[in-house]
Nanobody, 121 residues
């Protein structure tokens, strides 16, 4: 069983930065894909970025390129650096792990964290 715990959310003014972290416990290793999703109030959850194993190949949802950077310093820790934040980035950000299927499909991910709130004003 894998548990994911996100941290680093908070409130920031537009143009500011935040760094989110997700730490996984349980049976997870560098071969497990990990990702960040987000869900704004009244909207569906959407993919932000994902990172693979080995050399840490990263993937970004098209609309997330440029301001968001995903990294994986250790097999069980993934971070999301968010720069030049905008009010529309306000959402709950979720960490996900163990992907089987479409990269940006909720149903393709086995494990989810509880989420961390990011508010940009």
């Amino acid at each position: 069983h894998v548990q994911l715990v996100e941290s680093g959310g908070g409130s920031v003014q537009a143009g500011g930065s935040l760094r989110l972290s997700c730490e996984a416990s349980g049976t997870i290793d560098s071969s497990t894909l990990m990702a960040w999703f987000r869900q704004a109030a009244g909207k569906e959850r959407e993919g932000v970025a994902a990172i693979g194993a080995g050399w840490g190949t990263s993937y970004y949802a098209e609309s997330m390129r440029g301001r968001f950077t995903i990294s994986r310093d250790r097999p069980n820790t993934v971070t999301l650096q968010m720069n030049n934040l905008k009010p529309e980035d306000t959402a709950i950000y979720y960490c996900a792990a163990d992907h089987r299927g479409g990269l940006w499909q909720d149903s393709a991910w086995t494990y989810w964290g509880q989420g961390t709130q990011v508010t940009v004003s």
